[in-house]
């Protein structure tokens, strides 16, 4: 079995549909494809679901009729057999229905999750229409009916892999299987999602539950990029990437990747290869377990990051006192990314302001806590960089012009993060890349 995610630009028009259906049926190998929502839909439904919290049916309304009218232009260039624009349309009609129906319920979290899964269930199914139109056999798997997340909206990975394998049970004959990406049911058994990008989590989900030969992320870039193809001029596909540096590269900003999609197919050794659906002879990047060289391979950045700094003078010989301040955060579930401390303060950076407030009231028994926001995390990922000849000199050298905040190694060998003030990143970006990789 391998696994094809294809992502929101790759089936975005319909000659890009029609592309992806030349890729999957090129080989014969059994496969499961997981699509994203089309280029835009998600984001479409997100301001819907917004307006319609914010009780502007209005506006909502337009927004509907707007994203269904792109839906039907679509569908028209996707298909030429009348019978297949009937279904296609008929697919529309329910999906687009629904949502006119939602208008007019009162507002919930829950409902929300529902606007946002129609984008995956939508493409899915136009897609599969498209299938059928060049006879191309396949099953439609509905992922509703397998990929699931716990009350801390992590996966559960041992229920996905029984549900999903007595699910290919079925179809014991078949070899191409479609299905969602990104939606999900939650422990009350709702519709959810696996967060924003959660397409490429649902890939390296399937494949580690069918132990796949191959997780391949098709999207609409030649592979992981040694720097931020949107930010700086000129960037350059990395060819391989160990698991632990592509993951590290994905959390700390790396769009191409969903920040936590590597660990299932880490855990079960699935290669995971980054492919162009544009160019689809690129090598792009493999990600798998081969020991990694040493030395630079990329940076990425995390914009919106808050720190915090608490300083103390009882911190002196106080043993306790740093479980004290992560229990205040572990209360609030809100992760820590960078530390870094002194004998009379410690800076913590998070990425999620929704329990701020708490968590500051909380710390001010410890200290004076000063809260410092726009912020951004840079990570320069590699193996062994600190080990590795000139790097941090060549680092800190290209730096000079930019006040670094807080500096953190050691946690992984892999990885040196500098939190800058985010007015700082694009600078930062140009000079690591001129620095360290020679690229202007
Ligand atoms: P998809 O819709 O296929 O999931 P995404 O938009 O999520 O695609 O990810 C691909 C985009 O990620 C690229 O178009 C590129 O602009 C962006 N990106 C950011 N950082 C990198 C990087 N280091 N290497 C490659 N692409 C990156
Ligand atoms: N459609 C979802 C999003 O835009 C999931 C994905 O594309 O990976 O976030
Ligand atoms: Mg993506």
Known sequence: MKVMKF????????????QVSQLITKDKERKIVVLSALSGTTNALVTIGHSIAAGDREAAKKQIDDLQSHYESFVQDLVKKDENRAKANQILKEHFEFLNIILRISFSEALSKDILAQGELLSTKLFSVYLDEQNVEHVLLPALEFMSIDVHDEPQISAIRS???????????EGLFITQGYICR??????????????????????????????????????MHNNDPRIVGRTIPVEQLSFDEAAELAYFGAKILHPTCIWPAQQQNVPVKLLNTMQPDSPGTVINQSTPVSGVKAVAAKDGIIAINIKSSRMLL??????????VFEKYKTSIDMITTSEVAVSVTID?????????KELEPFGTVEVEENHTIVSVVGNE????????????????PIPVRMVSYGGSKHNVSLLISSSYKTKTLQLLNKGLFGLE
């Open 186 to 223: 939650n422990a009350r058994g709702e519709v959810d999602n696996l967060k924003r990008g959660g397409s490429d989590y649902t890939a390296s989900l399937v494949a580690a539950a069918t132990q796949s030969t191959v997780c391949e992320i098709w999207t609409d870039i030649d592979g």
């Open 352 to 360: 999620n302001a929704s329990n701020l407030k708490n968590i500051l």
């Open 163 to 173: 549900k999903l394998n007595q699910l290919l049970l079925k179809f014991k004959d």
């Open 318 to 327: 106080a043993y306790g006192f740093l479980r004290k301040i992560f229990e």
């Open 7 to 18: 992502g929101g630009t790759s089936v975005g028009k319909p000659e890009r549909m029609h």
């Open 385 to 400: 960089i600190a080990q590795t000849k000139n790097v941090l000199s060549k680092l800190f050298e290209a730096l000079a």
